[in-house]
């Protein structure tokens, strides 16, 4: 069984601070990938990041990076200079099989300007 | 391109009626994915098609809720006998192929159809 973790329910933050998003994949699976997904008041689901089990290597992509520890299962989100339009719910999940994405219960972004 | 097409977008039923909400996925994509998000939640795996064929329907909650893929492209997740608790936005995802050696291939979400059950 795969479990994702977010313990932050809600975090606001004055814009321009850096925040990260904490998420924890717990799988038996040795084979699976990572994803951050934002989702704005909208509601539509946006991709952001995947990140694949055999990499743990730290990433940063423009304003965003990660940290993956396979050792502690950790698969944290950091947001640079945060921005007003960064301002949504963040959802950590994985996927172990290829056909199913599990979800953790997300974590609400505020920026305050 | 278009991507994910659901509609209707919302959708008010009364307690007892049958829905069908529809998913057109970008095309081309052999799997579609149907997700449900309580409010507050995240969103939850329902079912799982690969082209025409239901490879996983682990995720529907009961048998009121039934989905298909007649063609191997659009998809109908159809609930009979609504009751106030299948109230979430039902997302639908599709890709391109399932994954194959080292590739994996993004699931592309559509809008979601917003249900509510009075």
């Known amino acids: 069984a795969q479990k994702v973790t977010q313990a932050q329910t809600e975090i606001s933050v004055v814009e321009k601070e850096d925040v990260t998003l904490d998420c924890v994949y717990e799988?038996?699976?040795?084979?699976?990938?990572l994803f951050w997904y934002k989702q704005p008041p909208s509601g539509e689901l946006v991709f952001l990041i995947r990140?694949?089990?055999?990499?743990?290597q730290n990433e940063i992509s423009g304003r965003y990076s990660w940290n993956f520890q396979k050792s502690t299962s950790s698969f944290n989100f950091t947001i640079t200079a945060s921005q007003v339009v960064d301002s949504a719910v963040y959802f950590c999940?994985?996927?172990?099989?290829?056909?199913?994405?599990?979800f953790g219960s997300g974590t609400r972004l505020s920026i305050r300007p | 391109g278009a991507g994910v097409s659901q509609s209707p977008r919302y959708k008010v039923a009364k307690r007892g009626q049958d829905v069908a909400l529809r998913c057109d996925p970008i095309?081309?994509?052999?799997?579609l994915f149907w997700y449900q998000q309580a409010l507050g939640q995240g969103p939850e795996f329902l079912t799982y098609?690969?082209?025409?064929?239901?490879?996983?329907k682990s995720g529907l909650p009961s048998d009121r809720f039934f989905a298909e893929r007649p063609e191997g492209s659009v998809s109908t997740l159809k609930i009979q006998r609504t009751q106030q608790e299948d109230s979430a936005v039902y997302l639908c995802?599709?890709?391109?192929?399932?994954?194959?050696?080292?590739?994996?291939?993004?699931?592309?979400f559509g809008p979601g159809t917003r249900l509510t059950v009075l």
């Open positions: 995802a599709s890709s391109l192929d399932p994954l194959t050696g080292s590739s994996y291939n993004e699931q592309f």
């Open positions: 799988t038996r699976d040795t084979t699976y990938y």
């Open positions: 990140r694949n089990s055999f990499d743990e």
């Open positions: 999940a994985g996927d172990s099989s290829a056909s199913k994405i599990i």
């Open positions: 095309s081309g994509h052999v799997s």
């Open positions: 098609f690969q082209n025409e064929a239901q490879l996983d």
